[in-house]
């Protein structure tokens, strides 16, 4: 019988290794990974804003996604020294990744946290939130072990309803966590931005149905005022 052996050619190491990194990569991007150093520009205009002034410590950082970008905590809370450091589209990896840049620094008393939209809307599981939320928590309780956090909860909105299972699942892993914690607050927005009819209420978004306009931000204000006030 003839046999006809083909020879293979071997392939290098190094191009094994690309090419499962490459998988790799796809594999978790399909869960909603995404590259912090899309947001180097932002955080780089909050420290030269530092180098110039630097802000007060022992005061009430916002920080998050747009929903704390877009809100002008200066004139929601006139009686409090606030500093906003929000960067919109992120995700509570992204606010992870630039924690020692954007959080550390101010030394603050008090952190109020909005992250989790983004990250559910990119794909993100519940319970990757849950933990992303956990190690920030750790990154503040080993640098600043008196600082409260009070993490107000991913609202329902007109434009991510479908999202409205997950956003609920992440939002109780979280509460669960502040529940056992004295220095760590969770604040309702559930059930104060929905109308009779279990929807959210119109009158609180901007035309695009995602973020708040002036009464959004009037009710969160009165919400998280009430934590700050505890």
């Known amino acids: 019988m003839l046999r006809l052996f083909l020879r293979v050619p ?3 190491r190094i191009l094994l290794l690309a090419t499962l990194i490459t998988m790799v990569w796809k594999a978790i991007s399909v869960n909603g990974e995404v590259d912090p150093a899309r947001f180097e520009e932002a955080i780089a205009a909050f420290e030269q804003q530092d180098a110039e002034q630097m802000p007060p410590q022992d005061a009430i950082l916002f920080v998050g996604s747009s929903s704390i970008r877009k809100w002008d905590t200066a004139k929601w809370f006139p009686d409090r020294t606030v500093i906003n450091r929000g960067f919109g589209g992120s995700h509570m990896s992204d606010l992870i990744h630039f924690t020692k840049r954007v959080v550390l620094p101010y030394r603050p008393r008090t952190i109020v946290l909005y992250e989790g939209d983004n990250d559910l809307a990119g794909g993100k599981s519940p319970g990757r939130v849950h933990a992303d939320y956990v190690q920030f928590v750790r990154m503040i309780r080993t640098e600043l072990p008196e600082t409260k956090i009070v993490f107000i909860a991913i609202k329902p909105s007109l434009s991510r309803w479908k999202l409205i299972a997950k ?9 669960e966590v502040t529940d056992d914690d004295p220095l760590l607050d969770y604040v309702d927005v559930d059930g104060p931005m929905l109308n009779d009819q279990g929807m959210p209420r119109p009158e609180l978004f901007a035309d695009d149905g995602l973020h708040l306009n002036d009464t ?3 009710l969160w204000t009165k919400l998280v005022e009430e934590k700050l006030a505890d």
Do not use: S
């Not at 956003?167 to 509460?175: D, G, H, M, T």
């Open 216 to 218: 959004g931000y009037e």
């Open 10 to 12: 071997k392939i290098p």
């Open 167 to 175: 956003i609920r699942e992440a939002n109780q892993l979280i509460k």
